[in-house]
């Protein structure tokens, strides 16, 4: 079963184009979105289930050169039209 | 396959399925009342091979083929005579009119969705969509320039009332899809079912069939096959990608519309008859083109902003079915963690999105605290 999250980043100043591009190259990541609020970034992550997850943000994710923090928000219901 | 690729093979097909249904109707079909007939029963078929081979990929919340709720079966059933009715005008038009004039006038649906979102968001038109309403409208006029004169009946059915009942079916395809447990793909069966029961019953004395139409059933499979490929195309390309730039380029169609027309127009001349004067082609092909810029600005210009919402206990799911009826609202997430709810807003100008959020959402019972994430760059 597929498991959705959004993953709420901040950047370290200076980088986020590099960030962008370095995230655009996973195929977890259904939407890179660049914001304009308390986070940088926002990101939808979709993948098998929460083992994955969990590998996805620790172990990819947060090795990212740029990427100072991560906050995750995992989908429970979503709604689409 | 990126989707970007996606949603311009989708808007490939969607054009070879208007030219197929015009060949259809001019050279395969005398009668359009047996195509619409065959058609409508292929669509079903067809909807029930996607469902079954594709449900759970188009669409997450899709358990199996079922019934759907009794209130979106009402809407349903309207859904299925608009667009029975609409089905029926389009093959009308295709049979008298070419497809580079049908295909250019089928987007100007969008401008009866804005105004009905005009309508229930109770906000004025923007400079932009104004502006976007005249480059259209001056395109329509100049596409329907024929045997040296502007065709206005080309404009009132094909451009007007087509697309007005177009916007009908979509507004009640939209209030069924709102209504709780119902899952995309089994209302969309369902409208088919209905609008293929329509025909059966309402327009069967209309036609003739006998075992000759066993030899033209394929014609409507081909023609439907490539409708049905580019709307799963769209569907896929919307997984990935923003809602208004996928539209946008799915918009491509006027163009390979107009483009194949064009090349049928040389290769089967007695078919696809078109003029050979410069004039003829000047103003259609301007106008196919004012039509395609001015939908596509209005597409583009769509501001998206997640919103981040924090709610009281048990109030979750009031508020989750209260955002549900709000127009500007494309998706919601329902989420483990500090932020109990998180909303896709997209509006057609910044003063709409604060107006949103502040006037539509703020005022939501048992919401505790709400902040804004616009999407920059996506």
């Not at chain 2, 396959?1 to 030219?19: C, E, P």
């Not at chain 2, 594709?54 to 667009?83: E, H, Q």
């Not at chain 2, 177009?166 to 899952?183: E, I, Q, R, W």
């Not at chain 2, 206990?313 to 508020?319: A, C, G, L, T, W």
Request: net charge positive; charged share 15%.
């Amino acid at each position: 079963m597929t498991v959705e999250a959004f993953v709420l980043l901040n950047i370290k100043t200076g980088s986020i184009k590099e960030v962008i591009k370095s995230l655009k190259e996973f195929k977890e990541l259904s939407v890179v979105a660049s914001t304009a609020g308390s986070y940088d970034l926002v990101v939808n992550v979709k993948v098998e289930d929460l083992a994955k997850l969990h590998d996805f943000v620790t172990t990819t994710l947060q090795r990212i050169e740029g990427i100072v923090q991560t906050e995750s928000l995992i989908v429970a219901k979503k709604i689409e039209r | 396959m990126n989707y970007k690729t996606l949603a311009l093979l989708s808007g490939l097909f969607l054009a070879i399925n208007i030219v197929f249904d015009s060949y259809n109707l001019q050279v395969v079909f005398s009668n359009i009342y047996n195509y619409a007939l065959i058609g409508s029963w292929v669509a079903v078929i067809l909807t029930l091979v996607i469902m079954f081979f594709f449900g759970k990929k188009l669409d997450t919340n899709f358990k199996g083929v079922g019934l759907i709720p009794k209130k979106s079966r009402g809407y349903a059933l309207v859904a299925g005579f608009t667009g029975a009715a609409y089905t029926l005008l389009l093959l009308y038009l295709l049979k008298i009119y070419d497809p580079t004039v049908v295909g250019a006038l089928i987007p100007l649906t969008l401008l009866f969705l804005i105004i009905r979102d005009l309508y229930y968001t109770k906000e004025k038109i923007s400079v932009l969509e104004a502006g976007s309403f005249i480059i259209v409208a001056v395109g329509a006029f100049l596409i329907s320039f024929k045997g040296g004169r502007f065709d206005l009946m080309v404009i009132l059915t094909a451009g007007i009332i087509l697309n007005l009942i177009n916007a009908v079916y979509s507004h009640f395809m939209k209030l069924g899809m709102d209504c709780p447990n119902t899952d995309a793909l089994n209302y969309r069966l369902f409208i088919t079912i209905t609008l293929a029961v329509i025909f059966t019953v309402c327009i069967f004395p209309q036609t003739n069939l006998s075992f000759e139409v066993l030899s033209q059933i394929p014609y409507s499979i081909g023609s439907m096959f490539f409708a049905f490929l580019g709307y799963v195309l769209y569907l896929l390309s919307l997984k990935d990608g923003k809602v208004s730039f996928v539209s946008a380029l799915n918009l491509s169609y006027v163009a390979f519309t107009f483009l194949f027309t064009v090349v049928l127009a040389f290769v089967i001349p007695k078919v696809f008859l078109l003029e050979l004067n410069s004039t003829f082609w000047i103003m259609r092909g301007l106008g196919a083109l004012l039509i395609l810029v001015g939908i596509v600005i209005l597409v583009l210009s769509v501001f998206s902003s997640f919103i981040f919402i924090k709610c009281e206990p048990r109030k979750v799911n009031y508020i989750y079915e209260e955002l549900k009826k709000l127009n500007e609202v494309k998706k919601i997430y329902q989420t483990f963690g500090k932020h109990s709810l998180i909303v896709l807003l997209e509006v057609k100008s910044e003063g709409r999105l604060g107006n949103t959020i502040n006037q539509k959402i703020r005022i939501i019972e048992g919401i505790k605290e709400v902040s804004e994430a616009r999407i920059v760059k996506s």
